[in-house]
């Protein structure tokens, strides 16, 4: 059975690894982006290689569009704004925890409803710079069952 990697944020360079890196090992690569597409997915894709999926994962809707369209085994999450984006007020880090906890939020839902099967794999790179608080109140995890840091 042919194991999915769903990248959010492929366009930016790391994502453009990450692709590669899937394809090398075997996996059907699915990968998203908010804006433009870097000509060299634009070849991957037309080649059949990977599938670009146009999404705004602030959104819940398109999150979970994104989700179901790819069933992954694997999500690696580098979709986020930067601070060049929008000015470093708080607004960055409460995107892109609304990215994530849209992530996590979709992919739980289709796993209860059966629409999302087997093991599974949720990789968040990133820094407490990006998103803050890992646990406590005002986190989007609340609890550490279930959750594995990895350095």
Not at 66 to 77: E, G, R, Y
Not at 93 to 109: A, G, P, Q, W, Y
Not at 144 to 151: L, M
Request: charged share 25%; proline share 2%; net charge negative.
């Amino acid at each position: 059975m042919e194991r999915c990697l769903l990248i959010t944020g492929m366009g930016g360079a790391i994502g453009r690894h990450v692709a590669r890196m899937g394809l090398e090992q075997g996996y059907r690569v699915f990968g998203t982006v908010l804006n433009s597409v870097p000509k060299d997915l634009i070849r991957l894709s037309e080649k059949g290689e990977i599938s670009i999926i146009r999404a705004d994962l602030s959104q819940e809707e398109q999150t979970m569009d994104a989700i179901f369209t790819a069933k992954p085994d694997v999500i690696v999450n580098l979709a986020g704004r930067t601070e060049n984006s929008y000015g470093f007020d708080g607004t960055v880090r409460d995107e892109n925890m609304t990215i994530v906890k849209n992530l996590l939020d979709c992919v739980s839902f289709l796993r209860e409803d059966g629409m999302l099967e087997g093991f599974f794999t949720f990789i968040q790179p990133g820094t407490i710079w990006q998103y803050g608080q890992v646990f406590g109140e005002e986190s989007i995890v609340t609890s550490k069952q279930d959750v594995r840091f990895c350095s």
